[in-house]
């Protein structure tokens, strides 16, 4: 039985652990010298697994998509990952914000272990094997050695996205799909930065500078009042962190719409407007406006970007300056490229699957991960929602196997 497993990013590595444990043998092809580039990197933000919040809230977050993701999140729960880290000898913990990470925090060992299992259980690995054609039952390979072509009993493609493509994903693999007659929606950055003109000076001051303890305000494309507490971090070229990519797709869509699209930051969340007025009406004496505003907690770049936005004259103003610190406007220019983008929105339909994410017009071809149309913001969801996507069709495929 010859299966192939195109890609050894997470949702291949998945979907070849599922088909090992059962005794056969897969062979995971990657264009790569070696498995896993993006799982290692996101390890370098501490790798969050998988989230610990409610599940139903949890299979929420994956937007349109959330009934096409379901079957894998039931195959694969977060508590279902925080097992298989477990099984590979890793513990994990539930950071503040209810983030699962593994108690070191790094992807380097648990990737390891991963390999070291699969290699035990007969998994082989075919790496530097470019998928560069597919025409009925030849899968065309570019090696060190020339060009290759291989058949298969089955197929699980698990070729990822498009962003960070020095890892691996660099959605090339659309043209292979397209050129089979399937249907693919236009790949594009989720979990991304926005641009934003500030002056020279704020940018060399306070790029790479945490903005922390904001609210986000904004409407959605469908007129939806969004709002949520958080940090974000000022860029060089405007604004990205955790708070923005929670929002990632809604205000790609303003964008998309909109350009540029103003959003609207509450710098002090925890102050009234009232009480802000009343603050900055009180009587500074000899001080200086900076020592003024110091005494009150609005210093460095909230300081600076009341700078930005307001006149000098206008600055000793209670009213007009409390107003801007609770409903400051940060206008969106456009998003960063796919390139620089955590994650993927668009790729394969689901229209093209059936329930196993098997191709419809191509039984015993499976596609799963990331190359599949679906976002979700970090958090967890991306690693959570790609692996279950692996186990969901490896399981499929048992079926199938079953079957013959
Ligand atoms: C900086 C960063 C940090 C992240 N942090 C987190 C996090 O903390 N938590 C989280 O949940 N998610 C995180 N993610 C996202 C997560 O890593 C991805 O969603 C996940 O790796 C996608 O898995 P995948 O298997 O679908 O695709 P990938 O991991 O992209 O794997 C696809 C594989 O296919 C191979 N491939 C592609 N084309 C071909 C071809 N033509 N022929 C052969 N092989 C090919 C690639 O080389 C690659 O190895 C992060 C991503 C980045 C970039």
Redesign the pocket.
């Known amino acids: 039985m010859k299966i192939a497993i ?9 979907a070849a652990q599922v088909l090992s444990d059962e005794g056969y043998a897969p062979t995971v ?4 010298p070696s ?5 290692l ?10 989230h610990s919040e409610d599940f139903t809230l949890f299979s929420s977050r994956y937007f349109e998509a959330q009934s096409f993701l379901q079957p894998a999140l039931e195959a694969f729960s977060p508590n279902e990952m925080r097992l298989w880290a477990q099984s590979l000898g890793f513990e994990t913990f539930v950071g503040s914000s209810g ?1 699962v ?1 593994p108690l070191d925090k790094k992807a380097a060992p648990l990737l390891r272990a991963w390999l070291h299992k699969l290699k035990a259980n007969n998994t082989q690995f075919k790496m530097k ?4 054609g597919w025409s009925k039952d030849i899968w065309q ?2 090696t060190p050695d020339g060009l290759k072509d291989y058949s298969f009993d089955a197929v699980i493609l ?4 498009a ?2 493509p020095r ?7 659309t043209t ?1 799909l397209e050129d089979n007659g399937l249907n693919i929606t236009p790949l594009k950055p989720a ?1 991304m930065g926005f641009n934003v003109t500030y002056s020279k000076l704020f940018k060399e001051k306070f790029s790479g500078t945490p903005l922390k303890n904001v609210e986000l305000r904004f409407r959605d494309i469908n007129g939806k009042l969004q709002s949520k507490l958080g940090e974000l971090l000022v860029s060089e070229y405007g604004v990205q962190g955790s708070l923005i990519y929670t929002y990632s797709k809604l205000l790609r869509e303003q964008i998309e719409q909109n350009s540029p699209f103003t959003v609207y930051l509450d710098l002090f969340p925890h102050r009234s407007e009232s009480k802000l007025i009343q603050q900055l009406s009180a009587s500074r004496g000899k001080q200086s406006l900076s020592a003024f505003w110091k005494r009150l907690g609005l210093t460095g770049v909230k300081a600076s970007l009341l700078r930005e936005v307001l006149a000098k004259e206008l600055l000793t103003q209670p009213e007009l300056v409390a107003k801007t610190l609770k409903k400051f406007p940060l206008t969106l220019d456009s998003y960063r490229p796919i390139e620089e ?4 929105a668009g790729g394969l339909g689901f229209d093209n699957l059936d329930q196993h994410l098997m191709l419809k017009d191509f039984p015993s071809v499976f596609c ?5 149309d679906w976002e ?1 913001p ?10 279950g ?2 186990k969901q069709a490896a399981q499929g495929l048992l079926k199938l196997l079953q079957k013959i």
């Open positions: 195109i890609g050894a990013g997470p949702a291949g590595l998945m092809f990657d264009a790569k498995a896993g580039r993006k799982f990197q996101a390890g370098r933000g501490g790798l969050n697994l998988t983030k990470y094997h470019r998928l560069v390979f570019e698990a070729l990822g996205g962003s960070w890892l691996g994903s660099t959605g090339a693999w292979i979990n983008a955590i994650s993927t799963v991960g990331e190359m599949l979700a970090t958090g967890g969801y991306l690693l959570t929602g790609v692996m996507q692996g």
